[in-house]
């Protein structure tokens, strides 16, 4: 479609929604020049003299520019989407090295599976968002697919096509781009990036320890403290204890759980309203509701009795935080059912202590998801933890690193006849491993010297003819302020 949103008035842009579209938020002004101060933040590098010449509205062209037969088309991505431009995708790689980092100390090992992926993986009847979320479609082969909006049913699909030869316990991750057609608020979008770590084979609380050792561990590496960020706890025995106690069948058990995880989006009678077309009687909605605001596991044992699963689980797992050293990180709360119907035990999501933002990561125990998927049961835990939320979080706690695009040397011909000595100089360099940018057009000393600087080079390295004669390079070490002449063979 030939449109574009852009004005004509200096290439201003406005976003239709309100949360920055890129990582570096609205503080990052991109220095190409390309922008103006306002468009910068959220706009992609249009030239204003591009946007003036395209003289377009959107939808349609209004007036022939009488220079190009085309307008520009739309450079902003599909709504709810993100561009990741050079200095987006460094603070990218550097968050999910983090997630990676966390991973293998864990000694887990990375998994992929496809973005599309059959939509039968993901149709589930619990009444789920993340199923009215799908971005769903039949491909050319009239063959019903889906982008995966999560990936716990493409770790299980590949859990089931290894079967019994699959060596028990599996700890894998994943980092892996989910698509969910959502109504966007801030942290929450169309596509992320999504951590996943996941234990299959173990059926003892020690796993969701495990998992939730990595996650605090991320929070350290990334330097949130337990004042700024926690994680609450609890397990879906709870409410299905309850429910059993007031007689509700359980094949309602996990509509209940989808609607009472409403429970922080929606007024309270609104959740009430519906329980009760679901058919949970009004006393049983009452037990429920004031179960879910216990909020200590003594309580919690009154209520259950003392030969609660759920109140032995939680038990356990908290001894276990104590052990580990992060249980001051945990916060015990019934309320938390979580929204997917798959969970079966302890379930648990991160939360910012301000509570400016939605859920940071989200997991816990899914022992009978293989068996929906006509496999056999295995005990399986995990967790996903989005890109975005993290991101917002790090940014308004001043904590979101800017790493610089850097290289080790900067190469310079100093005229046209010596680019083939330069280039063999940067192959030179390269084989040596380290990182070279060679200039590839003539430019003044003057300019070779800002370029090292913003690429935060550590060497600039001049090929000049009368050093070229004698075998040799001028080397100019940018933090000594030094420089030196070395022959070519010692150069590394
Ligand atoms: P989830 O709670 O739906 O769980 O998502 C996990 C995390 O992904 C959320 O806490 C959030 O950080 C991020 N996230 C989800 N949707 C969006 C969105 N639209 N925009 C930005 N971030 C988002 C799951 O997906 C489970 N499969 C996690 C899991 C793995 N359970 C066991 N293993």
Not at 41 to 68: L, N
Not at 123 to 138: C, H, M, P, S, W
Not at 429 to 449: I, Q, T
């Amino acid at each position: 479609m030939l449109r574009n949103r852009l004005n004509r008035g200096g290439g201003r842009t406005q976003r239709p929604f309100s949360s920055p579209a890129t990582w570096q938020g609205s503080a990052k002004i991109r220095s190409s020049g390309w922008c103006t101060k306002a468009a910068a933040s959220d706009a992609p590098a249009v030239p204003i003299k591009a946007v003036a010449e395209a003289r377009t509205v959107v939808g349609k062209i209004t007036e022939p520019t009488g220079r190009t037969d085309k307008g520009l088309i739309d450079t902003q991505p599909p709504r709810g989407t993100r561009d990741f431009f050079p200095e987006d995708m460094r603070l990218r790689n550097w968050l999910f090295g983090e997630f990676a980092a966390v991973s293998t100390a864990f000694g887990f090992e990375q998994f992929d599976a496809p973005v599309l992926e059959s939509e039968e993986l993901f149709v589930r009847k619990a009444g789920e968002e993340i199923t009215d979320q799908l971005y769903n479609f039949e491909d050319k082969g009239q063959r019903r697919v889906a982008l995966r909006p999560e990936l716990t049913p493409s770790l299980a699909r590949l859990v089931l096509q290894r079967g019994r030869t699959l060596p028990l316990p599996a700890k894998w991750f994943a980092i892996g781009q989910c698509w969910r057609y959502e109504r966007m608020t801030r942290g929450r979008r169309r596509e992320h990036y999504q951590w996943n770590m996941d234990i299959v084979g173990v059926a003892g609380v020690e796993a969701e320890a495990e998992l939730l050792a990595a996650i605090v561990t991320f929070f350290e590496r990334v330097g949130l403290s337990k004042d700024d960020v926690g994680v609450k706890v609890s397990s879906r025995k709870v409410l299905q204890s309850v429910l059993t106690q007031y007689g509700v069948p359980p094949e309602s058990f996990a509509r209940v759980c989808i609607i009472v995880d409403k429970l922080d989006k929606l007024p309270r009678d609104k959740v009430e309203e519906e329980l009760r077309v679901l058919g949970v009687p009004p006393a049983t909605i009452d037990g429920v509701l004031s179960a879910l605001s216990i909020r200590s596991l003594e309580e919690l044992s009154r209520l259950l009795g003392p030969d609660s699963e759920a109140v032995a689980d939680l038990t356990r797992l908290f001894q276990l935080a104590e052990g580990y050293g992060y249980k001051d990180w945990l916060v015990f709360d019934p309320s938390v059912v979580r929204g997917l119907a798959y969970y079966t035990g302890i379930v648990f999501e991160g939360f910012d202590r301000e509570g400016k933002l939605r859920a940071i990561c989200g997991g816990g125990r899914y022992d009978r998801l293989l068996g929906a998927f006509g496999g056999d049961n295995a005990p399986m835990a995990g967790f996903g933890f989005g890109d975005a939320v993290i991101v917002e979080l790090l940014k308004e706690k001043g904590k979101l690193p800017a790493p610089p695009h850097r290289v080790d040397d900067v190469v310079v011909p100093l005229d046209t006849a010596l680019r083939p000595a330069a280039s063999g100089i940067a192959s030179r360099l390269r084989r040596a491993g380290r990182s070279v940018d060679l200039v590839l057009e003539n430019k003044k000393m003057k300019w070779a010297f800002k370029h090292a600087e913003k690429l935060n080079a550590s060497r600039l390295v001049l090929v000049g003819a009368s050093e070229w004669e004698r075998g040799k390079v001028v080397v100019k070490d940018l933090a000594k302020f030094h420089q030196e002449e070395v022959p070519v063979e010692d150069l590394i």
